[in-house]
């Protein structure tokens, strides 16, 4: 059992301010620096500092659990924002749960998935609080953070309730499914970060056999059970492999296609949680923009990170696969693919709305890209008839 702390009259504040997923407002804990299990930490450290202590104008009259903050991206809310929920309503039912939302943000505007999230964490959503306002908290109990980011590895005690929630959601685990693929297709070209040509790969592992789905397009509890039920699971790298976490442990084998350099955020949370796990680089080369300037439609303009539109090293994605039983290179039709990759690469150029002097390395980068050697022509060659299955 995880302990929960227990604070008598503490000003809650509201987010201000955001500076590397860490928010600018919460609980002022008393004697704020001396406190770790209650402050956001990340790599096993506080990471937060206390915001701005103003009057509050609110006072909730019932006892409650500080449940984090809502960050609008799924990932990060995830893998270190809400990791404090489960525990803490798993100890005290009748409590309302605190949170605190992104600036701007009114509670009936939260995304419909943070819900179900909260119903997956087995708290209903009438206990929510939003605070807007300054606010005080007369009896504020908290966990510390069941994970986080930074390569510190869950709480065993967390695994143990996560463990749990398939049995107590009816989550039927039979039939086990041999491979899913989580799929990130269509993302790059709305302008975000992905693999270029992935609709191209994801349609041509349904039609062998493998089971692809689309987690922006599932409710929270359907995509729980296929990633349960699954015997290996491979993603799209993106933050939708941290829907992972919110499961326990399962026996089954995790592979993750990366498309990004540099430290990873999921050696330390993902490893405990399965059977295996392994990062195949299937990187050959990025699309890249950088400075400050318009973006994505979706975004502010602001310094752009990690949204390279990322090319295929076709051989290794095919040693990948091979691996798992699935022969792409035998089915593989480059000109579907080229196509495919040229119509990211547009669509991404377009959204990024980069400068001209960023644009043209992009695209004699995709030119040299998509003009394929013969070697890998005759490996990807597709033979007369196109349906198998792994």
């Not at 227990?6 to 600018?24: A, S, W, Y």
């Not at 509670?107 to 087995?122: G, I």
């Not at 050696?267 to 059977?275: G, I, K, N, S, Y």
Request: with cysteine.
């Amino acid at each position: 059992m995880m302990e929960l702390l227990c604070f008598r009259d503490v000003p809650v504040m509201p987010v201000t301010r955001m500076r590397e997923h860490v928010p600018l407002g919460g609980p002022v804990w008393p004697e704020f620096e001396r406190q770790t299990a209650a402050r956001f930490c990340y790599s096993g450290r506080p990471a937060d500092t206390a915001p701005p202590l103003r009057k509050p104008v609110r006072q909730f009259r019932r006892p409650a659990l500080w449940g984090g903050y809502l960050s609008h991206e799924f990932g990060h809310l995830i893998a270190e924002h809400i990791t404090r929920l489960l525990p803490a309503v798993s100890q005290r039912d009748t409590d309302v749960v605190l949170f605190t939302l992104p600036t701007g943000t009114a509670p009936e505007a939260l995304a419909p998935w943070v819900h179900q999230v909260f119903d997956w964490l087995t708290m209903p959503a009438r206990r929510a609080r939003f605070v807007t306002e300054p606010s005080l908290a007369p009896e504020l109990r908290v966990c510390a953070q069941g994970e986080m980011l930074g390569g510190t590895a869950p709480d065993s005690a967390y695994l143990d309730l996560l463990d749990a929630l398939p049995g107590r959601h009816g989550i039927d685990l039979q039939p086990r499914l041999p491979l899913i693929y989580v799929s990130r297709a269509g993302l790059v070209a709305t302008g975000r970060g992905g693999h270029l040509g992935e609709t191209y790969l994801a349609g041509l592992l349904a039609e062998l056999g493998v089971t692809v789905i689309d987690p922006g397009t599932l409710p929270i509890r359907a995509q729980m059970q296929a990633y349960a039920r699954a015997e290996a699971l491979v993603f799209a790298e993106g933050s939708a492999l941290h829907g992972r976490q919110l499961l326990g442990r399962l026996d089954q084998d995790i592979h993750i296609l990366r498309r990004r350099t540099g430290p990873d955020a999921w050696t330390a949370v993902l490893t405990p949680r399965c059977r295996s796990l392994r990062a195949h680089d299937v990187v050959a080369g990025h699309l890249t923009v950088s400075g400050r300037f318009r973006g994505p439609a979706h975004a502010a303009p602001r310094e752009l990170r990690h949204l390279y539109a990322t090319f295929y090293d076709l051989p290794a994605l095919f040693a990948a696969f091979a691996d798992l039983g699935v022969p792409l290179a035998r089915h593989w039709n480059h000109d579907a693919w080229r196509a495919a990759v040229l119509d990211d690469a547009l669509r991404w150029l377009l959204a990024q709305a980069a400068p001209v002097t960023q644009a043209l390395p992009n695209l004699i980068r995709l030119i040299e890209q998509i003009s394929t050697p013969d070697e890998l022509l005759d490996l990807a060659e597709p033979p007369p008839a196109r349906s198998a299955s792994h």
